[in-house]
């Protein structure tokens, strides 16, 4: 089978989306598969990876999105995977790139639209509080669902929470977890020496790994650490990552124990951080799945996370929800650290190991075989 996948927000700090672009294409390419990736950049590529080939095109950085980038060469891009003839397309993206579903139907070729994030989510992140309380949000937000899901044969959620909108205007949605890297995420990675560099032995090390935008809300774990100085807990918060919020967190964190260490690269090194923290701690509300969790439980560290989000589903009983202030992340972090050390570090594995990536490299090619089949009949 040939499979083409295509996203936009690609590039060296975009987490979970890069990730799981990678992990499905090296899954498809270990079965025998043809992949292709095309993404934006800074300048056109074109380059074999044990994932698939990828196509750079060079796109332009949208504005106001920390240093993103969208694909506009839409005509090129087609031209691309005619070249391919893929077999089955994947799309990631809810803005340039959507009209692909329609070019998909015309070639005869099956789709599949990841939902990575919900549509009434992001408006209500990004538009200032007096605009929202004005527009009809959920309304708007079906508006586009329902242009999306006529375009692409299937629909892909990766939890029930990222379902919902869609189930919401009568559209069938498959739901299909992601999945996490159990040999490099492992408790085995946990390192004295690389945790005594970032908090003292008396303190608890708290982790935030998280883009500073505006919808992972990086706020509250912040108010919330500076909560629990307050209450006399030797906490430190490390953040990891960056974003367009950066300056404005940095301030905001101005005498309370939190450390900044910006976009934290390499997978080995991420790993040992994770496996290093006693805690970590995942604010966004409207987060569909959140990857960087699931790889804290995968290397037994329990997270706290928003209960407005997928994040719970994720998370089971080797965490914590917390609703959307920063004294009830306080309240849930403190709760959680009172649970045995090694109970909690046991809990969190056995969560992460009911999710690997096998499991959903190996549904994502029965939807596939199964689209296919009906579409060739």
């Known amino acids: 089978m040939r499979i083409a ?71 090129e891009l087609r031209g691309v995977l005619r070249g391919f003839n893929p077999d089955v397309l994947e799309v990631s993206d809810r803005t340039t790139l959507r009209s692909l579903g329609g070019w998909a139907a015309s070639q005869g070729i099956p789709s599949v639209f990841f939902s990575h994030e919900r549509a009434d989510g992001i408006l209500a992140a990004n538009l ?75 303190e608890t090390l708290l982790l935030m ?40 967190i ?37 987060e569909t799945f959140g990857l960087a969790a699931l790889e804290a439980l995968a290397s037994g560290t329990p997270v706290v996370v928003n209960a407005a989000s997928a994040l719970p589903e994720v998370v089971a009983d080797a965490g914590l929800a917390a609703k959307g202030s920063a004294e009830e992340f306080a309240d849930a972090i403190e709760a959680l650290l009172h649970r045995p050390v090694e109970q909690r570090r046991r809990a969190a594995r056995a969560r992460a190991e009911q999710l690997p990536w096998s499991a959903t490299v190996d549904r994502m090619l029965e939807i596939h075989d199964r689209t296919t089949a009906r579409v060739s009949r």
Not at 22 to 32: C, Q
Not at 135 to 143: I, K, R, T, V
């Open 209 to 248: 790994a998280s883009r500073l935008s505006a919808e992972k809300r990086p706020d509250l774990a912040v108010d919330a650490v500076r909560l629990l100085a307050e209450r006399g807990l030797p906490v430190r918060l490390v953040c990891a990552g960056g974003g367009a919020l950066e300056r404005q």
């Open 128 to 202: 200032p509080d007096a605009l929202g309380a004005r527009l009809p949000l959920e309304a708007m937000a079906d508006w586009h669902n329902r242009g999306t899901a006529r375009r692409f044969t299937t629909i892909v959620s990766t939890t029930a929470y990222a379902a919902e909108e869609f189930e919401r205007i009568g559209a069938p949605v498959e739901q299909v977890p992601l999945g996490v890297d159990l040999t490099t995420f492992h408790p085995s990675r946990h390192d004295d020496a690389a945790r005594s560099e970032l908090a003292p032995r008396d």
């Open 250 to 286: 940095r301030d905001r964190a101005t005498g309370a124990p939190i450390d900044f260490l910006g976009f934290v690269s390499g997978r080995e090194r991420f790993a040992t951080l994770l496996a290093s923290a006693d805690l970590v701690i995942a604010p966004g509300p409207i």
């Open 5 to 75: 996948h295509i996203a936009n927000f690609y590039g060296p700090t975009s987490g979970g989306l890069r990730t799981a672009m990678h992990a499905l294409g090296r899954g498809y390419v270990e079965r025998g598969h043809k992949v292709l990736l095309v993404v934006p950049g800074a300048q056109d590529s074109d380059e074999l990876t044990e994932y698939g080939r990828r196509i750079t095109l060079q796109s332009p950085v949208l504005p106001l999105s920390g240093g993103y980038r969208v694909i506009s060469r839409l005509r």
